[in-house]
């Protein structure tokens, strides 16, 4: 060991790494003392600030914590309205669907009606043609036989013929 001690003097000596071990010089005494009051003084000063810090990691814990649990009941609660959104949502799309379907229904038949109804237009505007074109060929062929029947009277109709004609005339009114 003696030789150990005088390898670590002439390190120091030399400027390098070595120990000391004189108490009086290495001032072991006040260290001891003064890490002794720090371990005594320091205890209680470092307790305290221990405990405050473990009191507010506690306390960030529990306020995280109730956040969180606020949080899951916002969630849920987002959740129940999306949920009852949805409903809300399908609702309205099968209310609009059936909508949809009964206008179908309803323009369906007013067309139906429409067509009926044009139909029976159509037929009587036929008729009512029909009926004006067979009364102007009644009417034409009416006066064409009346032109004709003028025609041949007046060839064949002499004057006595005239007379005889209308005395019979009246004797069939009752003269």
């Given at each position: 060991?003696?030789?150990?001690?005088?390898?670590?003097?002439?390190?120091?000596?030399?400027?390098?790494f070595g120990l000391n071990f004189d108490i009086l010089e290495t001032n072991l005494i006040n260290l001891s003392i003064v890490i002794g009051l720090l371990f005594y003084f320091?205890?209680?000063?470092?307790?305290?600030?221990?405990?405050?810090?473990?009191?507010?990691?506690e306390e960030a814990i529990k306020e995280a914590e109730t956040r969180q649990k606020d949080a899951a009941a916002a969630l849920a609660e987002q959740q129940q309205k999306?949920?009852?959104?949805?409903?809300?949502?399908e609702r309205i799309r099968?209310?609009?669907?059936?909508?949809?379907?009964?206008?179908?229904?309803?323009?369906?038949?007013?067309?139906?009606?429409?067509?009926?109804?044009?139909?029976?237009?159509?037929?009587?505007?036929?008729?009512?043609?029909?009926?004006?074109?067979i009364a102007q060929l009644r009417a034409r062929v009416a006066s064409m036989a009346l032109e004709?029947?003028?025609?041949?009277l007046k060839n064949s109709l002499d004057e006595s013929a005239q007379n005889q004609l209308i005395d019979r005339s009246i004797a069939l009114l009752g003269g």
């Open positions: 060991m003696g030789t150990v001690l005088l390898l670590a003097t002439e390190a120091s000596a030399e400027g390098g320091g205890r209680g000063v470092l307790g305290n600030i221990l405990t405050e810090r473990r009191s507010a990691i999306l949920t009852q959104a949805q409903a809300e949502a099968a209310a609009a669907q059936e909508n949809a379907i009964a206008a179908k229904e309803v323009i369906l038949a007013q067309a139906a009606q429409d067509v009926e109804r044009m139909k029976a237009t159509a037929g009587q505007e036929l008729d009512a043609e029909r009926e004006k074109a004709r029947v003028e025609s041949q």
